[in-house]
């Protein structure tokens, strides 16, 4: 049975981003299950424009879409394939259905950082965008952004010029040009690297779809890289979706503190975003998890040499202190032997901690990120189930949200 045209149909009945289309269905077997309830009248509750949706939405509409797809190179793919993206089955509110250009295998094994930004930056920002972008996009991440003007299409051309590949996630359907500046942009992405939306083909860029569009944004990757942001930002939305989602939040700090063009990322670095001033402020939250998949970079930029000091030049350096070794006829006295460790009881873990230990006595070290694709938990059950087992002596937490057993 093809599932996909009931995935559409109630992409076509709910819209894109709707959360409650999944309190439906956690009652129901398949997207199946669920249209034939809504088509005769077995599901109550629904919103007046849920149930004009219901009467109105058509299988054959769905079949059009996918014959439309079908005709014009677009892959979907829906929630309940093995092709869907992994990390985004663990946000709240994953999107139904993906259409797509390009390469969707990109998604299967990568490690995504998202760089976002404003549509007007400043000379300072493009500079900060070119560098963190390319230089992430040559250590091993594939970068991930919005497509709009400014922050994020630099941040794309960064890996394009790098003729790495870059993915880019729409705020309206993949068959419109928008923003029209970009079609060729568009057109390099979809043949080296991704272009990605949940919204039906023909779907309009509103302004209402980007805030929707963005929690996808942030669920790609492990993390966001707000380079430019004023309040009330769109910027700002895809970071606080990344930090409810348990992702990395990364701020570009100001040239100038009095800017009002940065004054949107003055909060999240006070809340504790990680700032940015080198790409290693950024690999080294995540190397050690992934020491096969990403590099360093040979000539990171921003690290002054020590001779380049300001506080310290090359003449002024001092020599290292000289220690001069305690004269005495006294034999030092023996060291009392360390306590061994206490090793922590076990035996009162709950299933899911029981989970978590296990998995960490196999594999070591892991990521938190990794941890919850593995046992196939959200980050929040995951998160506070690690939380418990911190408290109670089993685990520690490393650098870059890592971590392992005691």
Same mark, same amino acid.
């Given at each position: 049975?093809?599932?996909?045209?009931?995935?559409?149909?109630?992409?076509?009945?709910?819209?894109?981003?709707?959360?409650?289309?999944?309190?439906?269905?956690?009652?129901?077997?398949?997207?199946?299950?669920?249209?034939?309830?809504?088509?005769?009248?077995?599901?109550?509750?629904?919103?007046?424009?849920?149930?004009?949706?219901?009467?109105?939405?058509?299988?054959?509409?769905?079949?059009?879409? *996918?014959?439309? $797809?079908?005709?014009?190179?677009?892959?979907?793919?829906?929630?309940?394939?093995?092709? =869907?993206?992994?990390?985004?089955?663990?946000?709240?509110?994953?999107?139904?259905?993906?259409?797509?250009?390009?390469?969707? +295998?990109?998604?299967?094994?990568?490690?995504? &950082?998202?760089?976002?930004?404003?549509?007007?930056?400043?000379?300072?920002?493009?500079?900060?965008? +070119?560098?963190?972008?390319?230089? @992430?996009?040559? $250590?091993?991440?594939?970068?991930?952004?919005?497509?709009?003007?400014?922050?994020?299409?630099?941040?794309?051309?960064?890996?394009?010029?790098?003729?790495?590949?870059?993915?880019?996630?729409?705020?309206?359907?993949?068959?419109?040009?928008?923003?029209?500046?970009?079609?060729?942009?568009?057109?390099?992405?979809?043949?080296?690297?991704?272009?990605?939306?949940?919204?039906?083909?023909?779907?309009?860029? *509103?302004?209402?779809?980007?805030?929707?569009?963005?929690?996808?944004?942030?669920?790609?990757?492990?993390?966001?890289?707000?380079?430019?942001?004023?309040?009330?930002?769109?910027?700002?939305?895809?970071?606080?979706?990344?930090?409810?989602?348990?992702?990395?939040?990364?701020?570009?700090?100001?040239?100038?503190?009095?800017?009002?063009?940065?004054?949107?990322?003055?909060? =999240?670095?006070?809340?504790?975003?990680?700032?940015?001033?080198?790409?290693?402020?950024?690999?080294?939250?995540?190397?050690?998890?992934?020491?096969?998949?990403?590099?360093?970079?040979?000539?990171?930029?921003?690290?002054?040499?020590?001779?380049?000091?300001?506080?310290?030049?090359?003449?002024?350096?001092?020599?290292?202190?000289?220690?001069?070794?305690?004269?005495?006829?006294?034999?030092?006295?023996?060291?009392?032997?360390?306590?061994?460790?206490?090793?922590?009881?076990?035996?009162? @873990?709950?299933?899911?901690?029981?989970?978590?230990?296990? $998995?960490?006595?196999?594999?070591?070290? &892991?990521?938190?990120?990794?941890?919850?694709?593995?046992?196939?938990?959200?980050?929040?059950?995951? *998160?506070?189930?690690?939380?418990?087992?911190?408290?109670?002596?089993?685990?520690?937490?490393?650098?870059?949200?890592?971590?392992?057993?005691?």
């Amino acid at each position: 049975m093809n599932e996909t045209r009931y995935w559409l149909w109630l992409s076509l009945v709910f819209g894109a981003a709707n959360p409650r289309v999944w309190q439906l269905l956690d009652h129901f077997d398949s997207a199946h299950d669920a249209f034939f309830a809504l088509r005769d009248g077995e599901v109550t509750g629904l919103t007046p424009a849920e149930e004009r949706g219901a009467r109105t939405a058509h299988l054959e509409q769905a079949d059009a879409v *996918m014959e439309y $797809c079908e005709r014009n190179g677009i892959t979907i793919t829906t929630f309940d394939e093995a092709a =869907y993206p992994s990390i985004l089955r663990r946000i709240y509110n994953p999107p139904l259905v993906l259409f797509s250009m390009g390469h969707m +295998e990109l998604l299967r094994d990568y490690i995504g &950082m998202t760089v976002v930004g404003t549509r007007h930056p400043s000379q300072y920002s493009l500079r900060i965008t +070119e560098a963190l972008a390319g230089g @992430l996009a040559e $250590c091993g991440m594939t970068i991930v952004s919005g497509f709009a003007l400014g922050v994020d299409s630099a941040a794309h051309r960064a890996a394009l010029r790098r003729n790495l590949p870059t993915i880019a996630v729409l705020g309206c359907g993949i068959n419109v040009n928008y923003p029209k500046e970009n079609a060729e942009l568009k057109e390099q992405m979809a043949e080296s690297g991704l272009i990605l939306t949940e919204f039906l083909p023909g779907t309009q860029p *509103m302004g209402s779809n980007f805030p929707k569009r963005n929690r996808i944004l942030s669920g790609l990757s492990l993390g966001t890289v707000v380079v430019e942001a004023a309040i009330g930002s769109g910027s700002l939305i895809t970071a606080e979706h990344a930090a409810d989602q348990g992702r990395d939040v990364f701020c570009v700090p100001p040239a100038d503190i009095l800017d009002r063009r940065y004054a949107g990322v003055f909060r =999240y670095l006070r809340d504790g975003a990680i700032p940015v001033f080198t790409l290693n402020d950024i690999l080294n939250e995540y190397y050690t998890t992934y020491p096969h998949k990403l590099s360093t970079p040979a000539d990171p930029p921003y690290e002054a040499k020590r001779s380049q000091s300001a506080v310290l030049s090359r003449e002024e350096e001092l020599p290292p202190p000289e220690v001069k070794p305690k004269q005495t006829e006294e034999q030092p006295e023996a060291e009392a032997p360390a306590p061994a460790p206490i090793k922590p009881d076990n035996s009162t @873990l709950d299933l899911l901690q029981s989970a978590i230990v296990g $998995c960490l006595e196999r594999e070591g070290k &892991m990521h938190a990120d990794v941890l919850a694709a593995r046992l196939e938990l959200s980050m929040e059950d995951l *998160m506070m189930s690690l939380t418990e087992l911190e408290l109670m002596g089993v685990v520690t937490s490393l650098f870059g949200k890592v971590y392992e057993l005691n």
